[in-house]
Each structure stands twice: as C-alpha cells, then as structure tokens.
C-alpha cells in the first residue's frame, strides 16, 4: 500500500538508521493488501474482508493500479504504513513461503502481519527516543525495552500470534510518556498547552505557536496547521487526516510517522523531521 513515489525530505532520510522500519513492498507478499478490512469510504472504493486479496493485487503480490491508487479511490493505500512488518512476517517468520504456495500457513501469517505492525510501529517509537539527548538519563531504560521489543519481533509465529502486544504496548507507552516529558521541558516557550486527546476538528490553529505541546492522540482531522511551529510536540497517535501543514514546521516534533503525514496535505515549504519523507501528492 505505500506511496513509494515519495521523495525524500532529505537526502538521505534513512541516515536515520531505521531502514528495517521502513516497508519493502518488494520483499513482501502483499500482505496489507489481504490481511486487512477494506471498507468501502473516501479511503477505499471497496469493501473486502481480512483475509481476501484486494482484486487490485496482481499474482506478483504488487499492486495493479499504483499509480493510480488516488484517482481509482484509494487514497487510503496511500496512508498506510506497516514499518517493515511486512517484509518481516514475508522473509522470516514464514521464511520466504507465500500464501499462495502455502495456503495451508495464510491464516496465521494474516493474524501475525497485524502484531507484527504494531511490534516495528513500537521499534520507530523507541528508535527515536534512544536517539534522543534530552532524554539521556532514559537511555539505559529505553535500550532494554528496544532490545525486548526486537526480540519479540523474531518469536515463531505461534509465538507472535499468542502474544499479548496490548501490555508490552502500555510498557512502551510509559516509557514513551516520559521521554515526552523530558524533550519537551527544553522548548523555548514558557506556557505548553496540554492538548492531549483533545477535539480539534477543524481548529484554526494558522501559525500557532505548538512549540513543546502535547499533542498526544489530538484528533487534527482537516485542521488549519498552515504555518503552525510544531516544534519539539508530542504528536504521537495524532490524527491528521486532511489537516493541512503547508508551511507548518515539523523539525524535532516527536513521534511522527509517515503514515500521519501521508494523510494529511502540505507543500514544500513544511518542514520535516528527518527521518521522515514529503509525500508526492502534496503541493509541489
Ligand atoms: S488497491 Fe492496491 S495497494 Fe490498495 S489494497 Fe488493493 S492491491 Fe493493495
């Protein structure tokens, strides 16, 4: 499903480190275009049930329409994002065997992918705080639960499928939080509004100053973010569908993934983290 047209923020976005965090729809067997519900809306012109192909998907396991996925009516194949699960679940944990050849493996291997997801959408997380110096007196705490969650993404996938990622996720969170809180004591601006949760639908936020705010599971869809200073904010689990970020700054804004950004609109003048990509669809 990826948009693997984007051009790079940077020149080099995986100078990062997280390669293995990013999806590789090549050395994946299509496995968010059948494991996954599509209901039919904006983002999807069908409904499909988990576990079926989406009638897109060509028997290379590659997608038919592309580049063509916004004007056939999947803007949401757009959007999604595995972090590498799905190479993973592919080449390891089945060891190269597809559902196709192995039907006999295509349950499990649909109910590991989403697990798996959401071990890799954990390693993005924890990869970014260790690489954070503000939060170096968590460096030890978040190494080990890096280490933990990487071990865990090699289980077998009865293993996987077993696991409880509910719990290991709330372990991670905590950690998360509190990195959150460390980074951003060193933003420069004196009141930091808490903006954790909240409904901003819509919200005219035009150049607001976000600078070190806590923006944690916002919902921003179709907010005005134009020229907004998203520096150092917590944006983790934000909601930015159709918010609109042109111009916005988004340098050292933590926690964003480039599936949030894919949904939302910008142009070249946002500024990105580095670790991330400007989607082609924004304004050029
Ligand atoms: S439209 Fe293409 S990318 Fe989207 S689910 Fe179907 S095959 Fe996958």
Same mark, same amino acid.
């Given at each position: 499903?990826?948009? %693997? ?7 080099? +976005?995986?100078? %990062? ?5 990013? @999806? ?9 275009? &059948?494991? /996954?519900?599509?209901?039919?809306? *904006?983002?999807? $012109?069908?409904?499909?049930? *988990? ?19 916004? =004007? ?5 194949? #757009?959007?999604?994002d ?6 993973k679940? @592919? ?11 192995? +039907?006999? @493996?295509?349950?499990?291997? !649909?109910?590991? !992918? +989403? ?6 959408e ?6 970014? *705080? ?17 280490d933990?969650?990487?071990?865990? %993404? ?17 372990? &991670? ?6 990195? =959150? ?25 035009k ?45 050292? *804004?933590? !926690? /964003?993934?480039? $599936? ?7 142009? #070249?003048?946002?500024?990105? +983290?580095?670790?991330? @990509? ?7």
């Amino acid at each position: 499903m990826p948009d %693997t047209d984007r051009a790079p923020a940077t020149d080099d +976005p995986d100078s %990062t480190g997280r390669a293995g965090l990013r @999806s590789d729809c090549g050395n994946c067997f299509g496995l968010c275009c &059948v494991a /996954l519900t599509l209901t039919r809306s *904006a983002d999807f $012109a069908i409904n499909k049930d *988990a576990g079926k192909p989406c009638r897109n998907l060509q028997d290379d396991f590659r997608c038919g329409i592309h580049t063509r996925l916004r =004007s056939e009516g999947f803007p949401g194949c #757009t959007v999604y994002d595995c972090f590498g699960a799905g190479q993973k679940v @592919s080449g390891e944990t089945f060891g190269g065997q597809d559902w196709r050849t192995a +039907p006999e @493996s295509a349950q499990r291997m !649909f109910e590991v !992918f +989403p697990v798996m997801r959401q071990l890799h959408e954990l390693l993005w997380y924890l990869t970014e *705080a260790a690489e954070l110096a503000p939060a170096r007196p968590l460096h030890d705490e978040i190494g080990r639960i890096l280490d933990e969650t990487e071990r865990l %993404t090699h289980l077998d996938a009865d293993a996987l499928a077993e696991l409880d990622v509910a719990a290991h996720r709330d372990d &991670v969170a905590a950690v998360l939080a509190r990195t =959150s809180e460390l980074v951003r004591a060193t933003a420069p601006r004196k009141k930091k509004r808490d903006h954790r949760g909240a409904d901003l639908i819509g919200a005219r936020l035009k150049g607001a100053d976000l600078r070190g705010g806590d923006l944690r599971g916002a919902c921003l869809i179709a907010a005005d973010l134009t020229g907004a200073d998203l520096r150092l904010a917590d944006l983790i689990g934000a909601d930015f569908r159709d918010a609109q970020l042109s111009g916005a700054d988004l340098t050292g *804004a933590l !926690f /964003l993934t480039q $599936a949030q950004l894919n949904a939302a609109r910008g142009d #070249t003048a946002t500024r990105l +983290p580095v670790s991330l @990509s400007r989607p082609s669809h924004w304004e050029r």
